[in-house]
């Protein structure tokens, strides 16, 4: 079986019959979400799916998930998601898929955080994966040459037909080409600092249990 499958599946036996679950986004988390939505299916699962993407939100109502926004419930009870590097001290970078904002936004608001990923997403160090940072268009090449001189190599995220990127917040991504992240708590506090900055893919002291696809079949790390 594919690798991001696996931890896909395996990741959606956590979701009980009444909980508000987030829906994910990316290749790993569409596996999870095809899953969640044949158990609703074929189980008769009754739950609430908060989306972190309108690529999900399409998935998901195509499954015939029910769905409600962010802001039409208490909290979330568990959000399963993917993730682009996980370090030895389960802090990750994520936003590869350019949904970082809303993931980030349904990760806080959640009492429990599933991360799904093939083997190949486990690093000694988080950086080599550049770096999302959103940002808000008015302004972005200044933050751009600040980046530039910083150091980090930046290179503002564009579409397969080389349009500059747009999020489903409306935003830019630059990508910090960093290689390691020796301080990811420090580098995190200074990207939030900074004006401009809507986000980053910093996710730090977020996730309670990673489900790691692997060749032996699904390793379940409890943090
Ligand atoms: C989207 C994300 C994804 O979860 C991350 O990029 C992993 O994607 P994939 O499962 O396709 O490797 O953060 O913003």
Known sequence: MNLKQMAGIEAAKYVEDGM??????????????????????????????????????????????????????????????GADEISEDFQGIKGGGAALLFEKIVATYSKKCIWIVDESKLVKKLGKFPLPVEVVPYGSQQLVRLFEEKGYSPILRTTTDGETLITDGGHYIIDLHLEEIDDPIALGAYLDQLVGVVEHGLFLQIVSTVIVGGEAGPNTIHV
């Open 20 to 81: 508000i679950v987030g829906l994910g986004t990316g290749s790993t988390a569409k596996f999870m979400v095809d899953e969640i939505g044949r158990r609703v299916k074929e189980e008769g699962l009754s739950i609430v799916g908060v989306t972190t993407s309108k690529e999900t939100e399409r998935q998901a109502q195509a499954l015939g998930i029910p769905l409600k926004g962010i802001d039409e419930v208490p909290y979330v009870d568990l959000t399963i998601d």
